[in-house]
């Protein structure tokens, strides 16, 4: 780093020694061809003064250009901006610079908007077509047996059984919107976001705890392993990660099927992992597993329940956490989420 600074500097100076070489030679040779007779003096003083106005006048010339390509480069970014006012986000800024410098800054910045914007323009269709499809399906089959219900001859078993799946499809709207309210206030800026020191081990174990009806009724075996470690985090934003990974273990868990939970620390960095030996998740849907409304298709299979928006929110509040999540599964053999957490300034205690 130093040698490339002392490198660029010394060209520096060897350039600025060039120009005034090449100005004064100019000037000595002007005044060399000018039929004047004049005195050593005289001459020597006009050779100064004419090289000096050379250089003024070729410093001028470069502020003329470059205050030029500076206003052709800001005209260019108001249409650009006045574009994407327009709704066209199919915008790029294309600027050979010399150097980089802030003006570069700004052009990468732009095109990164830009394309940031053009993605969620493409998305959106597509994000009203799946929310339109969540809402319809419930709804389609609440209509559908509410109307079954009014046929009178049916007996009470079929009146409890329709009236449960109208109850289900009833939790699967409600789970829905709270979700799509959820994962909107958590990516605008002003969800509450309020950091304290409190055992993650605690919060996981309680979490697995309030879980235990749903791991009995499958017969499954919980392995679990819990260091004792604080944390710096917000602990309700944290509270919502662990019972969706739990329960996602849980669902596409078979029957007397196994659950393994580890909590230790690594460094400075709280790492928890959650492996199953369920039904997995394909190579092609890990890729994916994290976007809105995805589901893999066997998750489709085993259960309808799901919004496809649990481990989009499980992931934002993760990064919000400057923390990172990973996936890995293969199919039939089972799945393995892992997290890592910053600790900060909290250690583990023993």
């Known amino acids: 780093m130093r040698s490339d600074r002392f490198f660029k500097r010394t060209l520096g100076i060897l350039f600025f020694l060039t120009f005034i070489s090449i100005c004064f030679s100019t000037g000595y040779y002007t005044i060399q061809l000018l039929p004047l007779r004049l005195t050593d003096y005289v001459r020597y003083l006009a050779t100064i ?23 052709n480069i800001y005209l260019e970014i108001i ?20 150097k980089k410098n802030e003006m ?21 269709p597509e994000f009203i077509s799946t929310v339109s499809h969540e809402i319809q399906s419930p709804l389609t089959s609440i209509v559908g047996f509410a109307q079954a219900l009014q046929y009178n001859k049916l007996t009470i078993e ?16 409600s789970k829905l919107s709270d979700n799509l309210l959820k994962l909107t206030s958590l990516e605008s800026a002003h969800h509450p976001f309020e950091r304290t020191d409190f ?35 917000d602990q309700d934003l944290m509270s919502q ?3 969706n990974l739990i329960h996602n273990s849980i669902k596409f868990t078979r029957h007397r099927g196994k659950i393994t939970i580890r909590l230790q620390q690594i460094d400075d960095l709280a790492s ?37 928006l649990g481990l989009s929110i499980v992931k934002k509040i993760i990064e919000m956490h400057e923390g ?27």
């Not at 003064?49 to 500076?70: D, N």
């Not at 006045?82 to 050979?96: E, S």
């Not at 052009?107 to 993605?119: D, P, S, V």
């Not at 409890?160 to 289900?168: M, V, W």
Request: proline share 2%; charged share 30%; glycine share 4%.
């Open 199 to 233: 055992r993650l081990d605690q919060q996981i174990r309680t979490i697995i705890l309030a879980c235990e009806p749903s791991w009995m009724e499958k017969e499954l075996e919980l392995d679990i392993s819990l260091e004792k470690i604080r944390i710096f985090a």
């Open 158 to 173: 079929e009146r409890n059984h329709y009236l449960h799946i109208i109850e289900t499809e009833s939790r699967r709207l």
């Open 324 to 350: 990172t999540i990973s996936v890995k599964s293969e199919l039939e053999k089972g799945t393995t989420f892992t997290i890592l957490l910053p600790m900060y300034r909290y250690n583990k205690i023993v």
């Open 241 to 243: 990660v662990w019972p």
């Open 49 to 71: 003064m004419t090289s000096i106005a050379i250089m003024i006048f070729i410093g001028f010339l470069i502020q003329v250009i470059h205050h030029k390509k500076r206003v």
């Open 79 to 98: 249409d650009a901006l006045r574009k994407i006012a327009n709704g066209d986000y199919n915008v790029q800024l294309d600027f050979k610079m010399d």
């Open 272 to 308: 928890i992992t959650i492996s199953d030996n369920g039904i997995g998740i394909s190579e092609a849907d890990q890729f994916h597993i994290f976007e809105r409304f995805y589901k893999a298709d066997l998750a489709r299979e085993r259960s309808k329940s799901g919004s496809g």
């Open 104 to 124: 570069t800054d700004i052009i990468n910045h732009f095109n990164h908007m830009a394309k940031q914007l053009k993605q969620m323009e493409e998305m959106r």
